[in-house]
């Protein structure tokens, strides 16, 4: 089930907000610009399906999308937790970073976790299938895939190196719970 908690920046112990209402999500996170919506396939889609079958099943939200916000290039990520590449894939964005465009997913299958650090708060959204979210360019944050990462998602870009993470330094990732925590 989707998730947000809040915090504030210095105590990662204690929940501001934790709610698991997809509606009162959208809600906590429009403020800071980030978008959290949920989409459904126009036929069914699985894991392991070609990419090309995940796109068609989403064709519209894709178009819709591309349209507002002027993305040039959609592709489908699937990372299994048989993936060997797997704990170099999850630790290159366990780091605070941020991106020079927005940071946009959807999640088709399985699930991770995005840890976003706007002012004094650091808002946790555990995405799960059906989500997207949508995090502006300039935003600090991380994600967590977890040890066994299984998902299937829809990356959107405006650059090809718009994905590219400009690491802040701090410890704050640390601090604060894992996937699955």
């Known amino acids: 089930m989707s998730?947000?908690?809040?915090?504030?920046?210095?105590?990662?112990?204690?929940?501001?907000?934790?709610?698991?209402?997809?509606?009162?999500?959208?809600?906590?996170?429009?403020?800071?610009g980030v978008t959290f919506e949920q989409w459904t396939p126009a036929h069914p889609v699985s894991p392991g399906d070609p990419p090309e079958a995940v796109m068609a099943a989403y064709r519209s939200?894709?178009?819709?999308?591309?349209?507002e916000r002027g993305f040039r290039s959609v592709d489908?990520?699937?990372?299994?937790?048989?993936?060997?590449?797997?704990?170099?894939?999850?630790?290159?964005?366990?780091d605070e970073h941020f991106h020079k465009e927005d940071e946009v997913r959807f999640f088709v299958a399985g699930s991770g976790l995005f840890t976003l650090h706007v002012g004094?708060?650091?808002?946790?959204?555990?995405?799960?299938?059906?989500?997207?979210?949508?995090?502006?360019?300039?935003?600090?944050?991380?994600?967590?895939?977890?040890?066994e990462p299984s998902f299937v998602a829809i990356r959107f870009f405006t650059e090809p190196d718009g994905w590219v993470g400009h690491f802040t330094g701090t410890d704050i990732a640390t601090r604060f719970p894992r996937f699955g925590q």
């Open 3 to 32: 998730r947000l908690r809040i915090f504030a920046d210095h105590d990662p112990a204690t929940a501001i907000v934790a709610t698991g209402d997809r509606a009162e999500i959208a809600a906590e996170l429009k403020p800071i």
């Open 61 to 67: 939200d894709i178009d819709r999308l591309v349209a």
């Open 76 to 94: 489908v990520v699937s990372i299994a937790p048989d993936n060997p590449n797997r704990e170099a894939m999850r630790a290159k964005f366990l």
């Open 120 to 147: 004094e708060r650091v808002y946790e959204i555990l995405c799960e299938a059906g989500d997207l979210i949508g995090v502006p360019d300039g935003t600090t944050h991380w994600f967590d895939m977890g040890p």
